[in-house]
């Protein structure tokens, strides 16, 4: 019996850049593994059908999704696909997000939008859309996916993207104390310097030179324990938040950083 037997998971963002692991694809694949059956959305259905043929190919159940889960509609409509594919919805999770780089002078008002809805916004459409579900159910898991930047300056001026993933914290306390008593539970990954291929394509860009090598060294350098993360850190943690195990936490946030935030 896996640590999710039996439950049914809405993971959105549960792709990665190319065939790599990232966060979303990491725990699609480990609450498979543990027993999940799990919908797996992506913008890109590639890339939601590269996570549920993974997961196949270990015997696991997935159904692959797309969507723009910036758009109510599309949030409606995969969770209704969920629903009629596996009969309910027990955990969400919210690991779609991104940032875009920059301060109070170069963020323009339309970058700071784009990020907060990217980040911050879908989370309420999809929460809003599975609590009653849950209700109904008599509970339920939300897992939300946070950063370290949102606790600290990590290095970069990151404003939007910290302010908007302080807004998923503020938002997941809410959650916890309003829908405690319906048994419904809503908690924090907060991971720190991970290196997944969604950083490693990024560091490739524009934005670096493209000296991929220099700014992972850099990187790794920085947290207490001398390397940066990976996609399995983060989901090893969401998947105790997920699980049973956990049914007496929420409102909690787990800090994955390897002690950055400590320096
Ligand atoms: P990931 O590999 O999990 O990929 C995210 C997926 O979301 C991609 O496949 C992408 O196509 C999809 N997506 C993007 N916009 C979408 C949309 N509008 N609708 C549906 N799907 C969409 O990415 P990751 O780098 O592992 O990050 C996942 C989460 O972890 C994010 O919330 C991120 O902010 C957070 N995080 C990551 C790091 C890190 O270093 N990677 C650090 C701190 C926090």
Redesign the pocket.
């Known amino acids: 019996m896996g640590r999710l037997a039996g439950k049914r998971v809405l993971i959105?963002?549960a792709?990665?850049?190319g065939e790599g692991i990232?966060?979303?694809?990491a725990m699609a694949l480990l609450f498979a593994r543990e027993g999940a059956q799990c919908a797996c959305?992506?913008?890109?259905i590639e890339?939601a059908e590269e996570t549920t043929a993974l997961i196949a190919k270990e015997g696991g159940q997935a159904l692959a999704l797309s969507?723009?889960?910036?758009k109510e509609e599309e949030v409606q409509r995969v969770v209704d696909a969920t629903v009629a594919a596996f009969g309910r919805i027990d955990i969400l999770v919210n690991?779609?997000?991104?940032?875009v780089p920059g301060g109070p002078e170069e963020l323009t008002p339309e970058a700071w939008h784009a990020q907060f809805h990217?980040?911050l916004h879908?989370v309420h459409l999809s929460t809003r859309a599975v609590l009653p579900l849950m209700r109904a159910q008599g509970g339920g898991a939300i897992v939300n996916?946070?950063?370290?930047?949102a606790l600290r300056h990590i290095g970069t001026d990151l404003m939007a993207y910290a302010a908007s993933?302080s807004g998923v914290m503020a938002l997941s306390r809410m959650i916890a104390v309003r829908y405690a008593p319906h048994g419904i539970r809503c908690n924090v990954v907060v991971?720190?310097?991970?290196h997944?291929?969604?950083?490693e394509a990024r560091l490739a860009g524009q934005r670096t030179g493209g000296d991929v090598a220099a700014i992972v060294a850099k990187r790794n350098a920085q947290p207490a324990m001398g390397r940066m993360g990976d996609?399995w850190d983060?989901a090893y943690a969401a998947l105790f938040l997920a699980s049973d195990e956990a049914k007496y936490v929420t409102g909690a946030e787990i800090v994955v950083d390897g002690g950055l935030t400590l320096m």
């Not at 990232?22 to 694809?25: A, D, L, P, S, V």
């Not at 991971?191 to 991970?194: N, S, T, Y």
Request: hydrophobic content about 40%; aromatic content about 2%; cysteine-free.
């Open positions: 959105l963002g792709g990665s850049v990232g966060n979303g694809r959305v992506d913008l890109r890339a969507a723009d889960v910036t690991n779609v997000g991104g940032s990217h980040n879908y996916l946070s950063s370290v930047a993933k991971p720190g310097l991970m997944t291929p969604l950083v996609a983060v």
